[in-house]
């Protein structure tokens, strides 16, 4: 079984259309910037992967989170040719933080706050009539959560289209929270190097439209093969190999795939040291027999981690990659870990396909794993 | 929303963890292993511990590929205020690393999964008044469609300034500080492991009204309905109301008998007691119907 993709959209530091955020990656460009909101004197850190999207510089504004995601999931229905979707469509909103960041000014009494600001159902109601809105809150993992939990709902005959999205702004409180448990502020995001010194936030919103297959065959931009979603249960913050391997595994069956079967991976590589250490063995013990085994990227040294809506930025990208025969290198990649010796990392300048078959990764705090497998349009 | 029924499921047990007299939340929330837990994963792992418990289901092999499914809108907003707070006055350099965690609204459901090895999916929803009933119909989904043995369902909202706050503001007046956990498993596998079931999950809608919510979950004719019976008792319930609900209706089902055939009719969400913006979400729980042919 396989489900049709007919319309996506993303916008993060690095651009605002997924072709913009693609070409950009290709080009080694990165969207780490100085701090534009919060006060820098509180933190070690002085960057991050920030939306440059604030209308006075230093001013914070309430529900930006909100408003990204209201502006992706529509033009991703616009993409999908359903304009004024049906009221009752089902989204699934993946998001970390959800409006956390608008509560953090309201408990400084410098915004409102209401408790249906919590969840996205009144915005995408009052924006595009869409009430039928699940916000699924599975940390970083939670936007592939939600394609998992799409798919599930077309499978049993619940929906024909679901739109699935995810949607983050930086936190004080989260960005706080890792300049304090980093060794160090990192300098930028340098996924599975030696180097590397740790997760840097970013910030946006992306969205895709999930159709049960054929719906609307010439609009078809690719297909979700399958979706393994679940936890660690071994630790409370590291991630443990064996679970990334488990939901690995439960994709490629689900998808009816073979590892040999896969071009591509784009990992979640949060250039964090147990990360991306956990990610380089669960890969290298998939892929062992897979000969030459696909090539491996990862984002975030260009789009900051953008937390729930992470893994779903990861597979817009991959389907990019696959249109347009170029996967982005991994950027800050220059002495790759031991751990990750065997695999075909991409770093320096982009790989050129033709590719097909892509792996998306996400994994969030707490051993909450998922992994989708997508492919291009053309079969 | 509707779901075919592919795969009958049935609640098989029920844990309560909100204070009242079976409820000490001085020492049951003070037990071993709690100390760096926020208040809303103290109440979920409680929760958690008696849902199993009564299932008999503590400790069982099947709980290696179970789902946790966690309703709560207001978990992290505490510690999200608490950091921001101390960020304000001592820096990052003063905030916890104990306490990170707790900055994710998923993190009560993770330690839930750590302390029973529940290694299926883990999944958190913050959908308003509405996720409570919604957490059950997804464990539902997740069990049909392959992905879980059994689910642990818990709806839970702590509470701490910043949500005594929101909440007054918003006009509340009361509100729950508590947890209280569903067992939601395939009717085949309780009745193959001869396990009580408390209640069958016939069916589930979500619609922009009442009227089409509960036509959606099959529940038209279905007389007894419960909406605001747990803000009465509690105080508003937010994410955890579905799940009060229906650890309501599986009381009540044990507790009349009657010749009639009884359902319950559970119904929460925006425009019934609670209008937070959310959706209507509709779920008719039943006795048990019997063993699967």
């Known amino acids: ?379 | 929303m509707s779901a075919p029924a592919t795969v009958r499921t049935a609640i098989t047990g029920v844990g309560w963890a909100v204070p009242g007299p079976d409820f000490d939340p001085e020492t049951e929330l003070a037990v071993r292993g709690m100390r760096h837990k926020d208040r809303s994963s103290r109440f979920a792992l409680r929760a958690a511990r008696r849902a199993l418990g009564d299932a008999g289901l503590l400790d069982a092999p099947e709980l290696d590929g179970a789902a946790v499914v966690v309703s709560c809108n207001f978990g992290n907003l505490g510690p999200v205020c608490d950091f921001v707070a101390t960020i304000d006055g001592e820096g990052s350099a003063g905030t916890s690393p104990m306490r990170v965690p707790h900055l994710s609204s998923a993190a009560a459901a993770t330690w839930v999964a750590l302390d029973h090895g529940m290694r299926g999916p883990n999944l958190t929803l913050s959908s308003g008044a509405s996720g409570g009933l919604d957490a059950v119909a997804w464990a539902r989904n997740l069990i049909a469609a392959g992905r879980a043995t059994a689910a642990l369902v818990i709806g839970m909202e702590p509470d701490t300034p910043p949500v005594a706050r929101l909440h007054r503001e918003a006009g509340g007046t009361g509100w729950i500080d508590g947890a209280v956990g569903l067992v939601v498993e395939p009717v085949r596998h309780a009745a193959d492991r001869g396990a009580r079931i408390r209640a069958e999950i016939a069916g589930f809608g979500r619609a922009d009204d009442e009227r089409s919510a509960v036509e959606a979950a099959g529940g038209a004719a279905v007389r007894r309905r419960l909406g605001g019976e747990p803000n009465a008792r509690y105080g508003r319930c937010s994410g955890a109301l579905g799940v009060v609900q229906c650890a309501m209706a599986v009381a009540e089902l044990e507790a009349v008998a009657g010749p009639e055939p009884r359902a319950v009719l559970a119904v929460a969400g925006a425009g019934t007691e609670e209008g937070d913006g959310s959706s209507v979400a509709a779920l008719v729980l039943t006795p048990p119907q019997g063993r699967p042919a």
């Open chain 1, 1 to 379: 079984m396989s489900w049709d993709l007919v319309g996506m959209s993303a916008i993060c530091a690095l651009g605002d259309t997924v072709p913009a955020i693609h070409a950009a990656l290709c080009s080694g460009r990165s969207g780490l910037a100085p701090l534009s909101a919060f006060d820098s004197s509180r933190y070690r850190a002085g960057a991050a992967y920030e939306v440059p999207d604030r209308a006075r510089p230093g001013v914070d504004e309430p529900l930006r989170a909100t408003r990204w995601l209201v502006r992706v999931v529509r033009e991703a229905l616009a993409e999908a040719g359903l304009p004024e979707p049906e009221p009752r469509t089902p989204v699934l909103v993946g998001t970390t933080h959800r409006e956390m960041r608008t509560a953090e000014l309201w408990w400084r009494r410098e915004a409102p706050l209401s408790p249906a600001d919590l969840h996205f159902t009144p915005a995408l109601r009052s924006a595009l009539g869409l009430h039928n809105v699940h916000t699924v809150t599975s940390a970083c993992a939670a936007s592939l959560y939600g394609l998992g939990m799409a798919t599930d709902l077309i499978a049993s005959g619940e929906a024909d289209t679901v739109v699935v999205a995810g949607t983050d702004s930086i936190t004080e409180s989260s960005f706080g929270g890792f300049d304090r448990i980093q060794p160090r502020p990192p300098d930028t995001i340098r996924a599975f190097d030696r180097s590397r010194r740790g997760m840097i936030m970013g910030e946006g919103a992306a969205a895709v439209v999930l159709r049960r297959a054929g719906a609307d065959p010439g609009r078809v931009r690719g297909r979700v093969r399958g979706v393994g979603m679940n936890c660690d249960a071994a630790h409370a913050t590291a991630p443990d190999p064996a679970g990334i391997v488990r939901a690995i595994e439960e994709a490629h069956e689900r998808a009816s795939l073979a590892p040999g079967d896969i071009d591509l991976v784009v990992v979640h590589g949060s250039g964090t040291s147990q990360s991306d250490l956990a990610e380089a063995v669960a890969l290298e013990q998939v892929f062992k027999a897979a000969d030459p085994g696909p090539l491996v990227t990862a984002v975030k040294g260009g789009t900051g981690h953008v937390s729930g809506g992470a893994g779903l930025l990861n597979l817009v990208v991959a389907l990019e990659s696959i249109r347009s025969r170029t996967l982005p290198p991994i950027s800050g990649l220059a002495d790759p870990i031991e751990e990750a010796g065997h695999l075909r990392l991409v770093s320096g300048r982009p790989a050129t396909g033709p590719f097909g078959t892509a792996q998306v990764h996400a994994v969030g705090m707490g051993g909450i794993n998922a992994v989708a497998i997508v492919e291009g349009a053309a079969r």
